[in-house]
């Protein structure tokens, strides 16, 4: 997950005539909500073509939450806030938030829907990953109506965001950075709840749980990614190590060219690559083990550059 800045402008269709006579149909529906009252179901107007269009353009095509790229037709849009319910039988949901352009993000379905998923953890290797796939999948997980909140729920009316302490990171409002990490010294590529002198970020062990982020079929699509970037990292070590067999007069220049091969491992953390906040963590711990290796080993003429 990246941060995002959301444009300021608002989808023209978020508050067209369809849009308002949607809010005042929803307006009416709930003036007489009782608990155990059905949720108004005829929300439409929040998923226009320009607001689909602005979303994909916010993301770079991905999943605001997982980073998969969204295929063109699957893309859905996501109420951060849910709008027909939170699962607790005496709150309606965030119904007047439904059209609401700061309460959007683009999302891929295993992360916005409840489907039956496979976790993976840490400790798990790629025989326990296989055997795990070999048995039906019998935990529900994904967002689905889940919004966990520290505080008072919000009511009708209310876009004070900070008041009900939200435990589910919005990725445009707060950097995901200070609430996740990766593990990169297990068989897969797991995220974790940033821990910072003191216990978990609730915020970030509520998103993972919710979104099922350590899903198997996203841990494998991220592990991919990771084992290129594992594998470039073996390589620059092996030829730094060869370099240093070379005298003295040359070693300073092989090592150089050799470090530029970092440079195209800072290509898979652009923002429009998939899993880029994995791979900007990963290529950060190496660049801090480059760092150690050249102190020790490299020539002074490559510390004065470095």
């Known amino acids: 997950m990246i941060r995002a800045r959301r444009p300021d402008e608002v989808p023209s269709s978020l508050g067209g005539d369809a849009a308002e006579s949607e809010k005042k149909a929803a307006a009416l529906h709930y003036a007489g909500w009782k608990p155990g009252t059905a949720a108004y179901g005829k929300f439409k107007a929040y998923a226009g073509s320009d607001v689909i269009d602005a979303l994909r353009k916010m993301f770079h095509g991905k999943c605001a939450y997982c980073e998969r790229t969204i295929e063109k037709g699957s893309r859905e849009v996501e109420h951060y806030r849910p709008k027909g319910g939170v699962g607790d039988p005496l709150h309606p949901g965030y119904w007047w938030l439904a059209h609401s352009w700061s309460n959007l993000l683009p999302t891929c379905g295993p992360c916005n829907k409840g489907l039956r998923q496979h ?152 923002t429009d690559k998939e899993f880029a906040a994995m791979s900007t963590a990963f290529v950060a711990a190496f660049r801090e083990e480059l760092g150690e290796w050249l102190r020790a080993n490299a020539p002074a003429a490559i510390l004065a550059d470095a």
């Not at 978990?200 to 084992?227: D, H, M, W, Y």
């Not at 092989?254 to 898979?268: E, F, G, I």
Request: proline residues 6%; hydrophobic residues 40%.
């Open 119 to 270: 976790l993976v953890t840490a400790d798990m290797t790629v025989d326990d990953v296989e055997a795990l796939q070999a048995m039906p999948a019998s935990k529900l997980a994904g967002k689905a109506n889940q919004f966990p909140v520290g505080a008072a729920r919000l009511t009708a009316g209310s876009e004070d965001h900070a008041t009900e302490q939200p435990q589910l990171i919005d990725p445009t409002r707060i950097d995901p950075n200070d609430h996740l990490c990766w593990s990169h010294a297990s068989d897969f590529s797991i995220l974790a709840p940033r821990s910072n002198s003191g216990p978990p970020s609730i915020e970030g062990t509520e998103t993972i749980r919710c979104l099922a982020l350590n899903r198997v079929g996203l841990v494998e699509a991220r592990t991919k990614q990771l084992n290129i970037l594992r594998g470039q990292r073996v390589r620059i070590l092996e030829s730094l190590e060869a370099a240093r067999a070379i005298p003295d007069t040359a070693q300073a220049q092989a090592m150089q060219l050799v470090l530029q091969s970092v440079k195209d491992m800072q290509l898979h953390c652009s």
